[in-house]
């Protein structure tokens, strides 16, 4: 058998280029497994030469190997190196000797350059004892899972067939305890077609990894990647399946793949060799300490990753100039002339060099899946920033400018909704797999998914309530009895978008409770009631009665409470006076509205937004976008006007009953200013949150957090402004107190040193509004 190092078939006819540094080392702490995963590119695939390695890596090869790296680093002056114990299975070495190789390259190689050392594992080993010798020697541990119990015990078994599954998500429960976190660097996931790709998504989400990473199955023109029913392009498919759920969900973890294709896209780096043209800096160092080529290699022939180098006779930088390193070091010029003429070869990169082995033409091809690294390339070529293809993850500099002067065009306040529809459908989606332990909830999540993709605009329209993510931030910080309001949720997305299901709703305070819309007052003592939806209405058994409430239709039988709305032209602001989420104010909310008082609340509301057209158009885009909810305070005992906004309720602003309209339009204005900023600081950090420093600030005799003085000063910022706008000396005399209590204290941030470049650029724009007034 020929043994092709290279693009081409005799590696002496390789590309040479200038040997680039090598910052990744994987080192084979051992060569046997506790597992005997079928899909296994070390045991499984043609390279046999695991056996006739050692079992463990001796001390001596350590030492050797972290001399080398050491001795490679100060050549390069590299500030920084990666190692990544590995296997067979790394835990196999037990905890002591993990604990005696760490010390010695600590030792060796922390003085030279900074260390960050990291483990690959399957995990089944992973006990409290080895966790305390991650964290006490900082090492990071990726974790092998593919998925669910049925995914990944399609592969991942011990030799008699048997399940690691357990034993995996018991590791990773370990590694998710704040003692440990610190040590939990992420998931490896490789993809199997017969998986579901969302449930593996939802599984490896729940897992609450740092990072998730996913491996095409190791594959080539001799071995070429399965196709089931002659599909073309099936692992892009897949893939891009969870792509776009995983954008729908605001991204809620980084997945390094689907990240890299987005870095190339904006021509970034990629951090990886699967997919780019950036040049190979790892070597493997095997148990007897030779040096090979990346692991992948094992897939194409017998011997493939070998070099014939070891760290005891040779320096890295005779290993980095190997041909087989080397021509994956030269970028373009290393690739086959089909790569090298397609237009797409700056993002694909030919994808991994393992998959581009053919019998007689060795690696000078394509990759087997090129046309899955086509298909996913072209389905990510959205313009950075696009906001339909992507959530916001940071704002533009104009965007950060436009919202700093206080106001903000209807540009920048979309962006702020499109961040706060991220984060409301992230924390849903992360309940999903706590939902799946309670029936009723699970029942409303199968239907949620299903309604995401048949009537998506509905979904949203309930996910991005303000309630509806109070509720699920409230779930996530372990209020697990409030999981069952999940089918209440779906119930309510499935009335607007006319679908029929049969659910069991949560009885809450007498109540069904249908949020966006309303609530069934029922007669049981029972936890939960079935309902049957259809043709947008819902019926259930009130007591001795059958109720059947239409909401977008009536009339309303007397056991339905409807949510009341304001219609402010182009928008509808709900008066939330039902909601059993709305409680989360530091302030007493009403009780349930009667229909007159009801009726002079929205109309009253409709006319606070409307006059921002004229008198304050700077902020009205900003209350027209991100307003979504009033809810009726009890009147405050002193009589003083009070309102609210609350983070975890994005969108809904709580007010007492007040005067007139330009009182509560001022209101509107005051609270839609800390909704704004608080969906800034969702994104972007504008100061150190280490800083533990108060400020004195005008408006409050306690002493105020930055964050705190932050808030205050946009808010009465923007106030100031309305008053300034308005006419008369109490108007005058209004806008100068807001004036002077925000001029002081903008100027104390500004000197306080603790805004980040971010964070001063926003505050400068605060001062520029305020000079200018002058
Ligand atoms: S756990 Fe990893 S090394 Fe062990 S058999 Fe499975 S894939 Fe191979
Ligand atoms: S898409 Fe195919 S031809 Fe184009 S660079 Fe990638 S592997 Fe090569």
């Not at 936890?527 to 209405?537: E, F, Q």
């Not at 609340?601 to 057209?613: E, G, I, M, N």
């Amino acid at each position: 058998m020929s043994r092709p190092s290279a693009r081409t078939s005799d590696p002496a006819t390789a590309p040479r280029a200038p040997v680039t540094p090598l910052r990744q080392y994987v080192l084979k702490l051992t060569s046997r497994c506790d597992l005997a995963c079928d899909h296994c590119y070390v045991y499984e695939h043609p390279d046999q030469s695991w056996r006739r390695q050692p079992r463990l890596m001796t001390p001596d090869t350590v030492e050797a190997t972290a001399r080398r790296i050491a001795e490679h680093a100060t050549t390069h002056r590299l500030t920084a190196v990666r190692v990544v114990l590995h296997g067979g299975e790394p835990l196999l070495a037990g905890a002591a000797r993990l604990a005696t190789t760490a010390t010695v390259l600590r030792r060796v190689i922390d003085p030279v350059t900074r260390l960050d050392l990291r483990m690959q594992t399957n995990g089944v080993l992973l006990t409290a004892e080895i966790a305390d010798v991650l964290v006490a020697h900082d090492i990071r541990v990726g974790v092998s899972l593919d998925g669910d119990r049925s995914a990944n015990d399609r592969h991942r078994r011990y030799a008699n067939g048997a399940s690691s599954h357990d034993q995996v998500r018991r590791a990773l429960a370990l590694l998710r305890r704040p003692a440990y976190r610190s040590a939990y660097a992420g998931l490896l996931c490789t993809v199997d077609l017969a998986n579901d790709p969302l449930r593996v998504y939802q599984a490896l989400l729940a897992e609450e990894p740092p990072r998730i990473d996913f491996l095409l199955p190791h594959a080539n023109w001799d071995r070429p990647p399965a196709r089931p029913d002659g599909a073309t392009t099936p692992y892009a498919d897949w893939l891009l399946t969870i792509h776009r759920r995983w954008l729908a969900d605001g991204r809620p973890v980084p997945i390094r793949l689907l990240e890299s294709l987005l870095a190339t896209a904006t021509g970034g780096s990629t951090g990886t060799e699967a997919v780019g043209l950036a040049p190979a800096d790892l070597v493997v160092v095997e148990t007897d300490g030779s040096f090979e080529q990346v692991d992948s290699l094992k897939s194409a022939f017998h011997g493939a990753a070998a070099t014939g180098l070891d760290v005891f006779r040779h320096a890295v930088d005779e290993a980095a100039a190997h041909p087989g390193i080397a021509v994956r070091q030269t970028g373009l010029a290393g690739l086959c002339a089909t790569c090298r003429s397609c237009p797409l070869v700056r993002r694909c990169g030919g994808g991994l060099f393992a998959h581009r082995y053919r019998s007689g033409t060795g690696f000078d091809n394509p990759s087997a899946y090129c046309a899955d690294l086509a298909a996913l390339i072209r389905a990510t070529a959205v313009p950075a920033g696009s906001p339909q293809q992507r959530p916001v993850d940071t704002l533009p500099p104009a965007v950060l400018a436009d919202l700093g002067s206080g106001r903000g065009g209807p540009g920048s306040v979309d962006q702020l909704a499109a961040v706060h529809h991220g984060i409301a459908r992230a924390l849903t989606v992360a309940l999903s797999p706590a939902a799946t332990t309670d029936p009723v909830a699970a029942a409303g999540w199968h239907l949620l998914v299903a309604l995401d993709v048949s009537a998506p605009d509905a979904v949203d329209h309930v996910l991005t309530h303000p309630f509806v993510r109070r509720w699920a931030q409230r779930c996530r910080a372990g209020a697990t009895g409030d999981l069952s309001h999940l089918a209440a949720v779906a119930a309510a997305a499935a009335v607007r978008a006319g679908v029929d299901a049969e659910l069991v709703l949560p009885v809450r305070a007498g109540a069904v409770h249908l949020p966006t819309l309303g609530a069934i007052m029922v007669d049981t003592d029972a936890a939960a009631v079935p309902v049957t939806i259809s043709g947008g209405g819902v019926a259930l058994r009130a007591g001795r009665r059958r109720v059947r409430v239409r909401p977008a239709v009536g009339p309303h039988p007397d056991r339905w409470r409807p949510t009341r709305a304001a219609h402010t032209g182009d928008g509808t602001v709900l008066l939330e006076d039902t909601d059993p989420y709305r409680d989360c104010f530091d302030l007493p909310v009403a009780a349930r509205l009667t229909p007159a008082v009801a009726d002079r609340w929205t109309r009253q509301v409709r006319r606070a937004v409307d006059r921002l057209d004229t008198e304050a158009a700077g902020y009205a885009a900003g209350v027209r976008a991100l307003l979504r909810a009033v809810v009726p305070l009890r009147p405050d005992p002193s009589g003083r006007s009070r309102s609210a906004a609350a983070r975890s309720a994005f969108g809904a602003v709580a007010v007492t009953p007040v005067a007139d309209d330009a009182a509560l339009a001022v209101l509107l204005v005051h609270e839609v200013q800390h909704l704004k900023l608080d969906a800034v600081l969702d994104v972007c950090e504008l100061f150190d949150p280490a800083d533990a420093r108060r400020l004195r600030v005008p408006w409050r005799d306690d002493p105020r957090p930055v964050e705190g003085a932050l808030h205050g000063v946009y808010a009465h910022l923007a106030v100031a402004d309305v008053w300034r706008h308005r006419p008369g000396a109490e108007a005058a005399a209004h806008h100068r107190r807001y004036r002077e209590w925000t001029d002081g204290t903008v100027d104390a941030l500004l000197d306080l040193g603790s805004l980040t470049a971010d964070g001063e650029r926003f505050v400068r724009r605060m001062r520029a509004t305020l000079d200018g007034w002058r």
